[in-house]
T-cell receptor
Framework: GQQLNQSPQSMFIQEGEDVSMNCTSSSIFNTWLWYKQDPGEGPVLLIALYKAGELTSNGRLTAQFGITRKDSFLNISASIPSDVGIYFCAGSDSWGKLQFGAGTQVVVTP | DSGVTQTPKHLITATGQRVTLRCSPRSGDLSVYWYQQSLDQGLQFLIQYYNGEERAKGNILERFSAQQFPDLHSELNLSSLELGDSALYFC????????????FGNGTRLTVT
């Protein structure tokens, strides 16, 4: 079956640094989604991508739908303490089946 | 606020018991999904309903069942509970059957003692 690999698993960064994480799939996806989960809360949708090559920003967040349709990345620029949390990617294949990555835990130190 | 409402927020029960988790989707959303998230784990897909009909099934145990009612709210029933069923259970909803973003509720934290 298809596999969705998200990396890194965790990252410890200093306030003000840029952050980058990515997801790769063994098969082609039609949609890539990026979510953030704060402790004790549900995941919140950050960015949705629908076309290969699409680059979309949401404030300090930027995500891209890879040209091969098998990968996506999320960048966070100039990190601040409230960026702490778990970031999940999710991809939807041609059958509409949505699969989540294992998450990237981001810890921001002052 | 995602617009997805889950009740109760917390649930503590004993092994062998049965519980029902409830979810009200965002207004206008026809699809409801259920996910399980154990401690320090990712999101495990359990089941999806679309407009009252079961659409897709994931890693849902036979002891678990769900349904979506005509008013589109959904319930997840967990029976013969085991210690390992302790987890956060999330409901999510989306407008369409496939390929539309999911919007998550804040979950029900189930503790089985």
């Amino acid at each position: 079956g298809q596999q969705l690999n998200q990396s890194p698993q965790s990252m410890f960064i200093q306030e003000g640094e840029d952050v980058s994480m990515n997801c790769t799939s063994s098969s082609i996806f039609n949609t890539w989604l990026w979510y953030k989960q704060d402790p004790g809360e549900g995941p919140v949708l950050l960015i949705a991508l629908y076309k290969a090559g699409e680059l979309t920003s949401n404030g300090r967040l930027t995500a891209q739908f890879g040209i091969t349709r098998k990968d996506s990345f999320l960048n966070i620029s100039a990190s601040i303490p409230s960026d702490v949390g778990i970031y999940f990617c999710a991809g939807s294949d041609s059958w509409g089946k949505l699969q989540f990555g294992a998450g990237t835990q981001v810890v921001v130190t002052p | 606020d995602s617009g997805v409402t889950q009740t109760p927020k917390h649930l503590i029960t004993a092994t062998g018991q049965r519980v029902t988790l409830r979810c009200s989707p965002r207004s206008g959303d026809l699809s409801v999904y259920w996910y399980q998230q154990s401690l320090d784990q990712g999101l495990q897909f359990l089941i999806q309903y679309y407009n009252g009909e079961e659409r897709a099934k994931g890693n849902i145990l036979e002891r678990f069942s769900a349904q979506q009612f005509p008013d589109l709210h959904s319930e997840l029933n967990l029976s013969s509970l085991e210690l390992g069923d302790s987890a956060l259970y999330f409901c999510a909803s989306s407008v369409e059957r496939d390929n539309s973003p999911l919007h998550f509720g804040n979950g029900t934290r189930l503790t089985v003692t």
